[in-house]
């Protein structure tokens, strides 16, 4: 048993989409999150940036005694898990883009694979390399799908924008004479839009979504080294770099529960 937190951040409130899965089958732990939302987007801007604010995410968290460090955010896991875990090798630290990318192959039955997600993330690759790691023969198509964020941030996640959006990002894939039978929902806010994006890619194609496998993961683990907590009164705890109101209005959504403010702090990174 270890009843220390989890630290989680993303670069907004994105991240609680996996606050949100954690807690469903992990109810017993304490949660401090951090949204870097005075900063978001981070999938537009360049690797060394994303690395530098991800580092100064995970140095505001590491203040807290964690047992365990989870990258909420598929932009962050991308492009900076490695300077992350190299910069702290003894905490255990949990991406969420190999949990996304195995839960895809697992899924897909003719091995093609699309990945649907920020600039940064496609551009980076990193769903492509661990797909491939785990099926060599997968066929994998990125499309960045950056609007997609602002969408769900300003709550068009369902209805006619909301699909054709779908459509203007995903038409050309599912012209594709082979096209793919599983698609990652590859950051944190897309699925938020997942019944839009459902509505126009048809119900044979499945749709996977990191934030269920990665907590699936964090489960594993934490099973594994006997570290669940058991804690009687679990608590959250919310960091986040701009207006404290903001975060709970926005975060609500992706949450699924109401949010308590005065459970929320301001902090500088
Ligand atoms: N949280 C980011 C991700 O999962 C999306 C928002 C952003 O671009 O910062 O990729």
Do not use: W
Not at 90 to 118: Q, R
Not at 142 to 167: D, N, R, T, Y
Not at 177 to 200: M, R, S, W, Y
């Amino acid at each position: 048993m270890n009843n220390k937190a989890i630290g989680l951040f993303d670069s907004g409130v994105g991240g609680l989409t996996v606050l949100k899965a954690l807690m469903q089958i992990l109810p017993n732990e304490n949660y401090i999150y951090l949204g870097d939302t005075a900063r978001l987007p981070y999938g537009t801007k360049s690797k060394e940036t994303i690395i530098r604010y991800a580092l100064q995410c995970t140095e505001k968290l590491m203040e807290n005694d964690l047992k365990m460090l989870i990258v909420a955010c598929n932009t962050v896991s991308s492009v900076a898990l490695p300077a992350i875990k190299e910069k702290y090798p003894d905490v255990e630290i949990i991406g969420v883009v190999e949990p996304g990318a195995e839960a895809a192959c697992n899924a897909t039955k003719n091995n093609h694979i699309a990945v649907l997600g920020t600039q940064s993330t496609i551009q980076g690759k990193a769903y492509d390399k661990a797909i491939l790691a785990i099926n060599p023969k997968a066929t994998v198509t990125g499309k960045a799908c950056p609007l997609f964020v602002g969408m769900a941030e300003e709550g068009i996640s369902q209805g006619f924008l909301a699909e054709e959006m779908a459509k203007h990002y995903l038409n050309d894939i599912l012209k594709q004479e082979n096209k793919p039978d599983t698609f990652v929902l590859g950051c944190t806010h897309f699925p938020l839009l997942k019944d839009a994006i459902q509505n126009v890619v048809g119900k044979d194609i499945q749709l996977v979504d990191s934030a269920q496998t990665t907590a699936k993961k964090v489960f594993a683990s934490l099973q594994t080294t006997n570290s669940l907590a058991e804690n009687t009164s679990p608590f959250m705890h919310f960091l986040t770099t701009d207006d404290v109101a903001k975060f709970k209005a926005v975060g609500e959504p992706f949450l699924g529960i109401s949010l308590d403010k005065s459970h929320v702090e301001l902090v500088d990174l």
